[in-house]
């Protein structure tokens, strides 16, 4: 069974924090996704990544960074957290190739930043 | 760039009826690949159906099927038999076939409300 997890369901932070958000994947998947999910706006990516220490800016990148040291493992900075970066965060990992693609998705970090 | 729009923000549906959720999506490319996905409250997000842009039939996955028009670029998902376990957040999404078409353009979403 296909799986992707985040270190966090919750997370709850101060403004000017250093954040971290952990995705693994156990598919041995190339790609790697980070978006952000606010009502009324869908998802929005923030970052992706094709391969390891290989990123790429998505529509919105302004206030985060990223890390992948291991293909399993995809990493969202938020350097120094601000209120306007209170959202639900999820990974997705997904295989490269001409087929589908489909992105599987880890259950989410809802992260508020007082 | 691409956009995807789901002009439908909420929908409700009685249980065992069929609802049809919209999407419309702007591109200029010729080939790509449509998806839906699921989200219901508090869980996972998962992909419901999906189809590729030079098949002309319409996909379909037990009680969801969806109707292509690639000429007027509507991308509509229907749900039959509707179950109190279809109640949740849908997505329309895109995605390209060129190079680096890695990225899904998601709509705004749209939540549906199964009721008894």
């Known amino acids: 069974d296909v799986k992707v997890t985040q270190s966090s369901r919750y997370l709850v932070k101060r403004t000017g924090e250093k954040v971290f958000l952990e995705c693994v994947q156990d598919?041995?998947?190339?790609?790697m996704f980070w978006y952000r999910q606010d009502p009324g706006l869908g998802l929005r990516l923030i970052y992706f990544?094709?391969?390891?220490?290989?990123?790429e800016k998505g529509d919105i990148p302004e206030g985060y960074s990223v890390s992948r040291e291991k293909k399993e493992r995809f990493s969202l900075i938020l350097e120094s957290a601000s209120t306007n970066q209170t959202s639900m965060y999820l990974c997705?990992?997904?295989?490269?190739?001409?087929?589908?693609?489909?992105?599987?998705f880890g259950p989410g970090t809802r992260l508020t930043v007082l | 760039a691409q956009t995807v729009t789901q002009s439908q923000p909420e929908m409700s549906v009685q249980e065992a009826e069929t609802v049809t959720l919209s999407c419309t999506y702007d591109?200029?490319?010729?080939?790509?690949?449509l998806f839906w996905y699921k989200q219901p409250p508090s869980r996972q997000m998962i992909l419901v159906i999906r189809q590729e842009a030079y098949k002309q039939q319409n996909a379909t996955e037990n009680r969801f099927s969806v109707n292509f028009q690639k000429a007027a670029k509507s991308f509509s998902l229907k749900i039959s038999d509707s179950q109190l376990g279809d109640t949740a957040m849908y997505f329309c999404a895109f995605m390209g076939t060129g190079a680096g078409s890695y990225q899904l353009t998601f709509g705004k979403g749209t939540k549906l409300s199964v009721i008894p």
């Open positions: 598919m041995d998947h190339e790609n």
């Open positions: 990544s094709y391969d390891v220490k290989m990123k």
């Open positions: 591109t200029s490319e010729s080939n790509y690949y």
């Open positions: 997705a990992s997904s295989r490269q190739g001409n087929s589908y693609n489909e992105q599987f």
